[in-house]
């Protein structure tokens, strides 16, 4: 899972951080899992930072160290709850690029969002939530261009 706040541990560098689920959880070596966790943050585009703690990181590269420490479980589902709403506009382009290769990749992705057009671009099927009850759910081109509920149009007409 990949929250809205990282949740990185503060103590740890980035390869720390990504690292720890490798060794707690899976009882991986410290070599290997410094060997693992380094190609991860490669893929995530940051390889050049794996002795950086949060604090010396932006907002969405902490966001990338922790997506890189959910992947390098190999998960079969990534649960992602708002990941680009603690970003600065600028700083959310860099996530969205790291979750849209993971979709391509064939990831499957459970994302809280209300980055419409990345969910336009990615998702297979999108639900829209009103207050904890589901109002809409279509595919993604039906949705965005032929709602059936009135919440749902509402919605729409103040992103587009």
């Known amino acids: 899972?990949?929250?809205q706040k990282f949740n990185l541990f503060p103590h740890l560098n980035a390869l720390e951080n990504v690292m720890s689920g490798l060794t707690t959880v899976k009882?991986?070596?410290?070599?290997?899992?410094?060997?693992?966790?380094?190609?991860?943050?490669k893929r995530v585009g940051l390889g050049d930072r794996t002795k950086f703690f949060p604090s010396e990181l932006s907002?969405?590269?902490?966001?990338?160290?922790?997506?890189?420490?959910?992947?390098?479980?190999?998960?079969?589902?990534?649960?992602f709850d708002e990941p680009t709403s603690a970003l600065d506009?600028?700083?959310?382009?860099?996530?969205?690029?790291?979750?849209?290769?993971?979709?391509?990749?064939?990831?499957?992705?459970?994302?809280?969002t209300h980055e419409v057009g990345f969910a336009r671009r990615v998702a297979n099927h999108v639900v829209m939530f009103d207050e904890g009850e589901i109002v809409e759910e279509l595919p993604p081109e039906?949705?965005?261009t032929k709602p059936r509920h009135v919440r749902t149009k509402r919605f729409l007409e103040h992103v587009k």
């Open 1 to 3: 899972m990949v929250f």
């Open 27 to 41: 009882g991986l070596d410290k070599e290997t899992a410094s060997d693992v966790a380094a190609e991860m943050l």
């Open 59 to 79: 907002g969405g590269q902490q966001q990338r160290v922790a997506i890189a420490r959910a992947l390098v479980l190999s998960p079969e589902l990534m649960l």
């Open 89 to 112: 506009p600028e700083l959310v382009r860099e996530v969205l690029k790291v979750m849209e290769e993971l979709a391509e990749q064939g990831m499957t992705m459970l994302v809280v």
């Open 142 to 144: 039906e949705f965005f």
